[in-house]
């Protein structure tokens, strides 16, 4: 049969079809957040499954072990050195910790190619000078001696005292009102997600510092001894972990063991209790400082406070015999500082564990190298200085700490008001004595 030839079929054209080039559409602000490494959308449940354990080198965990011994040596030896050199310096200290802290912190979340087209190049360093400026000196002022020490100088007195809190509001104000002129439109979601970080940041970087410095001028044994007794129990139970440790003890920090945290507990209050009764000899470390100075290694003389003196005290039931003990309430208060650094304070190594984790980073800086940044060895302190903060404030200062206040609002009453105030405690006194010497008459004539 003959071969029958195929049918051609004519295609129709471009033209014909009147097709047009696909437009590539530029990527919205939002989808290109919802890529960020930093959005909830990439996190993956296996970055949290438990990871098969990876057994080190001999020669590697020894070589860790030797860098955690002789860094940790160094840092105390530091530390006791601005400790001896002076309570100011313990706050340019901090301050610098402080500093070192924020910027770890803002480079995470950071885009250099946008913060070129945006104010964020330069407005977080801004933020930073003005909570310095509105957080620090309500801190320092509070002493009536360094306040007096301020009015010296008219300029300073202009700024950190008499007009200071509005002085800090419309530097705040300035900031939002650039942070506003700066906006464009593309860029909108990371300005505000960057403005969100850097004023979270700051409430976290700062709230150290504020607590920090107030254990400082009470009294430097407020500030050296809690930390000292984080030292101490990081130490310890990294020590007994190391050698001795094999049951986990939290699935956020691998290396955490019930061996190490146990160790840890004993260590630190049979080394607290010796600490605290060595340093409460020292008049330097008791004695509050009352004057801001940068003069290095002064003695600071005063009466002995109560709470360093040797007192009897009842216990609840008898010991072994005994039913009082001779020991000095600076003791049990830093017994107390011991049992939170022990059981509450590493809760903030595991909370910046999780932070790292849900950020898929090893550290949060690189300020000691491979060892991480201020932010991964000093959460710790950053808690127990929150803590103690509260605890002296509430309990062994409360009372001076009212009379200070009371002292300083006095001295701004005008004369007239002065005089007000005087014959109204006058008016009360005399009330509260007839008062008395009314009962104390009634009850002698019963």
């Not at 438990?50 to 030797?66: G, N, R, T």
């Not at 400790?83 to 340019?92: A, D, P």
């Not at 087209?117 to 000078?129: E, Q, V």
């Not at 984790?357 to 690189?366: D, F, K, M, Q």
């Amino acid at each position: 049969m003959p071969k029958q030839k195929a049918a051609k079929i004519a295609l129709p054209t471009e033209k014909q079809l009147n097709l047009q080039p696909i437009k590539q559409v530029a990527q919205s602000e939002t989808e290109s957040e919802t890529l960020d490494d930093f959005s909830d959308i990439n996190e993956s449940i296996k970055f949290f499954a438990p990871k098969p354990p990876i057994y080190e080198d001999h020669k590697i965990k020894q070589a860790k072990l030797k860098y955690r011994l002789i860094a940790t040596g160094a840092m105390s030896l530091a530390t006791l050195l601005i400790v001896g050199m002076g309570h100011l310096y313990c706050v340019i200290l901090v301050i610098g910790l402080a500093f070192i802290s924020y910027k770890e912190i803002m480079s995470l979340k950071r885009k250099d190619e946008k913060d070129q087209m945006s104010i964020f190049s330069w407005i977080d360093w801004y933020y930073f000078a003005t909570f310095t400026l509105g957080v620090f000196p309500q801190i320092l002022i509070k002493n009536k001696q360094m306040k007096e020490s301020i009015e010296k100088d008219s300029i300073l007195s202009l700024i950190l005292i008499q007009y200071h809190k509005m002085i800090a509001f419309f530097c705040f104000i300035f900031g939002l009102l650039m942070f506003v002129m700066s906006l464009k439109r593309g860029s909108l979601r990371y300005s505000f997600t960057r403005l969100s970080w850097t004023l979270f940041s700051l409430f976290i970087v700062f709230t150290l510092p504020a607590s920090a410095f107030y254990n400082i001028y009470k009294g430097m044994f407020w500030f050296f001894i809690p930390h000292a007794i984080v030292v101490v129990n990081d130490s310890a139970s990294f020590l007994f972990g190391y050698f001795f440790g094999k049951t986990p003890l939290i699935m956020l920090s691998p290396k955490k063991t019930w061996e190490g945290f146990l160790g840890g507990l004993v260590t630190t209050f049979a080394l607290t209790y010796f600490i605290s009764e060595y340093f409460a000899g020292f008049s330097y470390m008791v004695c509050p400082q009352t004057n801001i100075t940068f003069a290095m290694i002064q003695g600071i003389q005063c009466d002995l406070p109560q709470t360093f003196m040797k007192q009897n005290f009842e216990l609840p039931f008898a010991f072994m015999g005994y039913k009082h003990i001779l020991i000095r309430p600076s003791t049990i208060h830093a017994l107390t500082f011991a049992l939170f650094a022990t059981v509450f304070s590493p809760f903030a190594g595991y909370l910046i564990s999780g932070f790292k984790r849900g950020l898929r980073i090893e550290s949060i800086g690189n300020t000691f190298g491979d060892h991480g940044g201020i932010m991964d060895r000093f959460e710790r302190h950053g808690m127990m200085a929150v803590f103690v903060y509260c605890y002296i404030s509430s309990i062994i200062f409360r009372s001076s700490d009212a009379m200070e206040r009371t002292i300083s609002l006095i001295s701004t009453l005008s004369p007239e008001g002065r005089i007000k105030l005087y014959q109204m405690i006058n008016s009360t006194a005399f009330n509260q004595i007839n008062a008395l010497s009314a009962s104390i008459i009634s009850r002698a004539l019963q």
